[in-house]
């Protein structure tokens, strides 16, 4: 037996269960993070072991038995006033004094503006691997966690493994994986951790939360289940007014194409695809998009794919439910016309 194997099959079998953290931000949660329930409840029956979640906050109990009503059969808490906030320090603390204690196998983030800030941070002080925008995961004959994400531009598919270190940690971007069931059943076992960090050994301190005044006329297309999308095919800004049109009759809302985007067009938020969001709509209406695979990442998991291009090579019609070859001047308005019609 070759003692060095040994020693690392031996460090890593000290590591089980698979662990999501469960994003919040005054006690809301985030989506992403059941939907890490989801895909964490695949994995953790693979390995056969608990799904377990990772609650972090001040008065943040609920959220462990609304972790247990989308599969979680444990949940690990760190509940207490400095945790109030969001601050990298004192979450990193909580994080690694669990990770030291209870030694999961698997950790999943949401790869939000706090999941990517804290698993980088953790894996970081845990000496471990970290693979972010993961779009598929899975496990390998040896427990490996099989990491799928896009790669070189989003033109090829990577999978990665962290064969040599534990745990394992990966982030996820909203709306990838699909939401699991609401079971309504909220048993489960909490295990409460007495763990604080001194306010004086955290420099971040807030002061105030301002909320951003763009927030009133932000649209979530994330969340959308109509999303009628524009590329560089819709011409002008001004034209996107035609696509904003047929996306009220469907109580939708206009998404773009990075091309709509960096041409000034549309705001950054609205950008679909592998640098903007990942949407899963029930119906998604590709307007002047070509397709490009950075595009289909954000797009291809939608229920259905309505196509509109004139060139009727274009890539977004292999991913297409319905195409439409033809100008769409003149096909939009005309869709537009028969919805309201109907
Ligand atoms: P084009 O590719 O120029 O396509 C325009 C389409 O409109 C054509 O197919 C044309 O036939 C059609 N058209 C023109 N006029 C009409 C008409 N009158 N009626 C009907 N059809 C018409 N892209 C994203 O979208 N999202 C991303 O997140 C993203 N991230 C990227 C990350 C990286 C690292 C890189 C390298 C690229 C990324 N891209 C992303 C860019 C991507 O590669 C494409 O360049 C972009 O998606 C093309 O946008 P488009 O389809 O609007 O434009």
Not at 244 to 264: K, N, T, Y
Request: net charge negative; proline share 4%.
């Amino acid at each position: 037996i070759d003692p060095e194997a040994a020693a690392l099959a031996e460090k890593l079998a000290a590591y089980r269960g698979v662990w999501v953290f469960i994003e919040q931000t005054e006690g809301e949660p985030v989506r992403v993070s059941w939907e890490l329930l989801g895909v964490g409840k695949e994995l953790a029956a693979k390995l056969g072991v608990e799904l377990c979640a990772m609650v972090i906050g001040e008065n943040v109990e609920h959220l462990c038995r609304e972790a247990f009503a989308y599969g979680a059969r444990k949940a690990y808490l760190v509940d207490a006033p400095v945790f109030k906030h969001y601050r990298t320090e004192s979450y990193v603390e909580a994080c690694c004094h669990l990770i030291a204690k209870y030694k999961p196998e698997v950790i999943l983030m949401g790869a939000t503006g706090m999941g990517r800030d804290l698993a980088g941070a953790v894996a970081t002080r845990v000496s471990t691997g970290l693979t972010a925008d993961c779009t598929g995961l899975d496990i390998d004959g040896k427990r490996n966690l099989m990491q799928t994400r896009p790669a070189f531009g989003g033109n090829i598919m990577a999978t990665i493994m962290c064969d040599k270190f534990r745990p394992q940690m990966a982030t996820v971007r909203p709306n990838v994986m699909p939401m699991p069931e609401h079971t309504g059943s909220t048993a489960g076992e909490i295990v409460r951790e007495e763990f604080s960090v001194p306010e004086a050994n955290i420099f971040t301190k807030v002061i105030e939360i301002i909320r951003d005044a763009k927030s009133k006329s932000h649209v979530d297309i994330a969340g959308a289940d109509f999303i009628v999308s524009g590329g560089r095919g819709v011409m002008a800004p001004e034209n996107f007014a035609m696509l904003q049109e047929l996306a009220d009759e469907l109580c939708g809302v206009v998404g773009a194409s990075r091309s709509a985007v960096d041409a000034g067009w549309m705001p950054q938020e609205r950008q679909v695809g592998q640098t903007g969001k990942t949407v899963r709509p029930k119906i998604y209406i590709a307007c002047g998009i070509s397709g490009a695979i950075q595009h289909l990442v954000g797009m291809q998991d939608s229920d259905v794919v309505i196509a509109i291009n004139r060139d009727r090579n274009a890539p977004i019609f292999e991913v297409a439910t319905y195409g439409i070859v033809g100008d769409l001047f003149q096909i939009v308005p005309m869709l537009t016309e028969q919805i309201r019609d109907l």
